[in-house]
């Protein structure tokens, strides 16, 4: 299977944040989801994808190809979605395109007008007047007009409303039909990536905590419930993070195997969301 994004052992330092030595892989064909808490380092990391950020130490690659020496190429195969000043002031879609278009060897009028409609998008009024919506369609309809294989997208599905936020992900979901094409999106909502991703790179901190498809996500990880006098020093080391209450314990654990034999039937094992995991990974991988 093909990487279409590949970073080796990136570093970045910014006075009082690193992202330290990370290595991501993006499939080729699939929906990657990236999440981590605010300040993780998500919009570096995407900077970085999309040369804008260069990192300290390093490798990064797309398509294989380095941007040192094939900058124009890969841009050419990049679409990068997201909804701050895109688009310059008092130009509407009309004049974007005119700007855009011809700077992409594979720009499609045709592609591009069947989307604004499919969106629903003016052409004639100033894109700085659209909704936040609107204003990531427009996006989204430029990056597929130039037949972009790999979708970039920074938070695409913050701050709209749930019906547009669906709406959004069923029209990913729609692209994704074609075969050859790769998604990566950041996303702070992790019920959306539930929806529609299949592999999820998870940061911390600046740091990796793991890429993985959703589905080894959902075999490596779960959530143990159960009396508080099970716990004792021996027995907690079989979870990452343990939170007590009054009723019982709640806890993730990365090792359901041990669970099961320390436990058996006295606990209650459960399948750990993208948030639940988030939330008790929040230290880090750490046994208790
Ligand atoms: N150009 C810069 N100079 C200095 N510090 C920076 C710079 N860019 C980012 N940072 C710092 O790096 C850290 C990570 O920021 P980043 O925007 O990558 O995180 P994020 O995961 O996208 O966060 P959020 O989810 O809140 O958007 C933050 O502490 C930020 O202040």
Do not use: C
């Not at 045709?110 to 052409?123: A, G, H, K, N, V």
């Not at 050859?180 to 992790?190: A, K, V, W």
């Not at 779960?222 to 314990?249: M, N, P, S």
Request: aromatic fraction near 10%; proline fraction near 2%; hydrophobic fraction near 40%.
């Amino acid at each position: 299977m093909e990487n279409v994004v590949e970073l080796k052992n990136v570093t970045k330092n910014f006075k009082g944040f690193s992202i330290k030595n990370i290595d991501v892989q993006v499939k080729q064909g699939f929906v990657t989801g990236f999440i981590g808490a605010n300040g993780a380092g998500k919009t570096s990391t995407i900077k970085m994808m999309m040369n804008l950020l260069k990192p300290d130490a390093g490798e990064v690659k797309l398509f294989g190809l380095d941007y040192r020496t094939h900058e124009k190429e890969i841009k050419e195969r990049i679409g990068f979605v997201y909804d701050d000043n895109v688009f310059f002031e008092g130009l509407n879609l009309k004049d974007i395109k005119r700007i855009v278009g011809p700077a992409y060897k594979q720009w499609d009028d045709t592609l591009f007008y069947r989307y604004i409609e499919q969106f629903e998008l003016p052409l004639n009024k100033a894109v700085k007047t659209f909704s936040k919506g609107m204003q990531m369609k427009a996006s989204l309809a430029i990056a597929l007009s130039h037949h972009a294989e790999l979708i970039i997208m920074d938070e695409p599905t913050a701050g709209l409303d749930p019906i547009f936020r669906r709406e959004l992900l069923d029209l990913l979901q729609e692209l994704m039909i074609d075969g050859n094409r790769t998604i990566f999106f950041s996303s702070h909502i992790t019920t959306d990536l539930d929806r529609i991703a299949d592999y999820i790179v998870f940061i911390q901190r600046g740091e990796l905590v793991f890429n993985q498809s959703i589905h080894d996500v959902a075999e490596n990880y779960a959530l143990v419930k159960g009396g508080i006098d099970l716990l004792d020093r021996d027995t907690e080391k079989a979870f990452i993070h343990v939170q007590r209450a009054a009723t019982g314990f709640e806890a993730l654990t990365d090792n359901i195997k041990a669970v099961k034999s320390i436990f058996g039937d006295s606990v209650i094992i459960e399948q750990a969301s993208l948030e639940d995991i988030m939330y008790y990974l929040k230290g880090g991988i750490q046994h208790v």
